[in-house]
């Protein structure tokens, strides 16, 4: 069965810090993955999105930056956090046949 | 511009009535319309979703109508029941031809089902 790995679960980082977020999806190969964050009061807001290795597009411009070394690995970094940062983030992948499918989210707070 | 919109951040109903959850959208490239549900700190979760071919798609408790020429869709779940309380995204997918899936989310609306 294909399954998708988040961590961590929570994480309270200083200003300034930097920041890695890792996802990673079983049972499947060459998925379509996902970066989404839910700041507060706020909806899903899409912020990378990668079809393959090396491949990463942004859709918002931010202090964030996304990889896929590999095919089922898909990580979320910052060099410096900022305090707009703050958030829920989601990790996601797509295959045709199987959907649309989240982690369980990173709770990331810049204090 | 906000694409996919939720004008209604919480909802609260009676256990046993009908909860409608409601949506609107701007692009008209939108071919395709999803509802998620979504507990505290956990990741959304498929609930139903309708083509925009179709006007309404039901499974079980949940329904999903599509208004096409008001850019408008509704979730109706009935009977409604207290472990129905969470967070309701709905989500937008254009179709661009290629293999990517992205989907537009509205803000949510958080439904409470009160007992």
């Known amino acids: 069965s294909q399954t998708i790995h988040q961590w961590p679960a929570t994480l309270v980082q200083p200003v300034g810090s930097p920041l890695s977020l890792e996802c990673t999806v079983e049972?499947?190969?060459?998925?379509?993955l996902y970066w989404y964050r839910q700041a507060a009061g706020r909806g899903l807001q899409l912020l990378f999105y990668s079809v393959g290795i090396g491949q990463i597009s942004s859709e918002v411009p931010q202090n964030l930056s996304a990889s896929r070394p590999q095919d089922r690995q898909f990580i979320l970094s910052s060099k410096k956090l900022l305090l707009s940062d703050s958030g829920f983030y989601l990790c996601a992948w797509f295959m045709w046949g199987f959907g649309y499918t989240f982690g369980s989210g990173t709770r990331l707070t810049v204090v | 511009d906000q694409q996919v919109k939720q004008n209604s951040p919480s909802l609260s109903v009676q256990e046993g009535r009908i909860s409608i959850l409601n949506c609107d959208y701007t692009?008209?490239?939108?071919?395709?319309f999803l509802w998620y549900k979504k507990y505290p700190a956990e990741g959304p979760t498929f609930l139903i979703s309708i083509s925009s071919i179709k006007d309404k798609n039901e499974d079980g408790r949940f329904t999903v109508f599509l208004n096409k020429s008001a850019k408008h869709l509704s979730l109706h779940i009935v009977p409604s029941q207290p472990g129905d309380s969470a967070v309701y995204f709905c989500?937008?997918?254009?179709?661009?031809?290629?293999?990517?899936?992205?989907?537009?989310f509205g803000k949510g609306t958080l439904l409470t089902v009160n007992p």
């Open positions: 049972g499947t190969s060459n998925p379509n």
């Open positions: 989500a937008a997918r254009q179709d661009s031809g290629g293999s990517n899936y992205k989907l537009t």
């Open positions: 692009n008209s490239m939108f071919d395709y």
